[in-house]
C-alpha cells in the first residue's frame, strides 16, 4: 500500500485477554519501530526491527509484550494478560533504510494511524 | 540512551502570530537527525519539518523553520502567521543509529 497501515484502528479487550495488533509497512521498508502513546503523553519507544532482526527490545514494559516480524515486513505486536495500563495508542513506523544515512537526505520516518486499545 | 526535552507543555499564540517552541536533546551521537512532528486529534503524526545534524544551515519548510543549535544541543521550531490549523500537539524527534526518541511533546493552540 500506499502508507503504514495498522489493524485493527480500535481494539476493546477485558483485562487478562491477549490481543495482537497488526502493522503492515511500506513496501521495502527496512526499517520498523513500534511505540507507545498514552493519553496526553509523547510516544514511548517500544522495539525496533531491521528487516526480520529485533534489534532493540529495550523499550518494552514487561514480558507480556511481544513483537515479531517474521518475514522482515509485516509486524505483530502482542500483549499478553492485558491490563488496565497497557491501553493506550499504538504506533507503528517503517523507514527506506536504516540507521542514519550518511551525505543525503532521506530516510523519513512514515507513521501508521495507530492503533487504540482500550483495556476495561 | 538519547533522550528528548520540550519544557512547554502548552503554548497558546493569536493568528497570523509567531510562536516558538523549544526542544534539547542528549546525545553522544555525532551523526542523526532532528524532526519536528505535528500530531492532531486523530494521533496521525505528520512531519512538520527535518534537520540534518551534519549540516549547519537552519531547515525551513514554508511558514515552519528551526534555530538548530548543534553545540547547545538545542532544536527549536517557529511558525510564522500561525492559522487556526496549526493548532495540534508537536513532538520533537531525534534518530540516530536505529533509534528514534521523541519528547513529551507541547500543545499548540491558535487563538482566532
Known amino acids: 500500500g500506499a502508507g503504514v497501515s495498522q489493524s485493527p484502528r480500535y481494539k476493546v479487550a477485558k483485562r487478562g485477554q491477549d490481543v495482537a495488533l497488526r502493522c503492515d509497512p511500506i513496501?521495502?521498508?527496512?526499517?520498523l519501530f513500534w511505540y507507545q502513546q498514552a493519553l496526553g503523553q509523547g510516544p514511548e519507544f517500544l522495539t525496533y526491527f531491521q528487516n526480520e532482526a529485533q534489534l532493540d527490545k529495550s523499550g518494552l514494559p514487561s514480558d507480556r509484550f511481544f513483537a515479531e516480524r517474521p518475514e522482515g515486513s509485516v509486524s505483530t505486536l502482542k500483549i499478553q494478560r492485558t491490563q488496565q495500563e497497557d491501553s493506550a495508542v499504538y504506533l507503528c513506523?517503517?523507514?527506506?533504510?536504516?540507521?542514519?544515512?550518511?551525505?543525503?537526505?532521506?530516510?523519513?520516518?512514515?507513521f501508521g494511524e495507530g492503533s487504540w486499545l482500550t483495556v476495561v | 540512551a538519547q533522550t528528548v526535552t520540550q519544557s512547554q507543555p502548552e503554548m497558546s499564540v493569536q493568528e497570523a502570530e509567531t510562536v516558538t517552541l523549544s526542544c534539547t536533546y542528549d546525545?553522544?551521537?555525532?551523526?542523526?537527525?532532528l524532526f519536528w512532528y505535528k500530531q492532531p486529534p486523530s494521533r496521525q503524526m505528520i512531519l512538520v519539518i527535518r534537520?540534518?545534524?551534519?549540516?549547519?544551515q537552519n531547515a525551513t519548510e514554508n511558514r515552519f523553520s528551526v534555530n538548530f543549535q548543534k553545540a547547545a544541543k538545542s532544536f527549536s521550531l517557529k511558525i510564522s502567521d500561525s492559522q487556526l490549523g496549526d493548532t495540534a500537539m508537536y513532538f520533537c524527534a531525534f534518530i540516530g543509529n536505529n533509534d528514534m526518541r521523541f519528547g513529551a511533546g507541547t500543545r499548540l493552540t491558535v487563538k482566532p
Open positions: 546525545t553522544s551521537e555525532s551523526n542523526y537527525y
Open positions: 534537520q540534518e545534524a551534519y549540516k549547519q
Open positions: 513496501s521495502g521498508h527496512v526499517s
Open positions: 513506523a517503517s523507514s527506506l533504510t536504516s540507521g542514519v544515512p550518511q551525505g543525503r537526505s532521506g530516510n523519513t520516518i512514515y
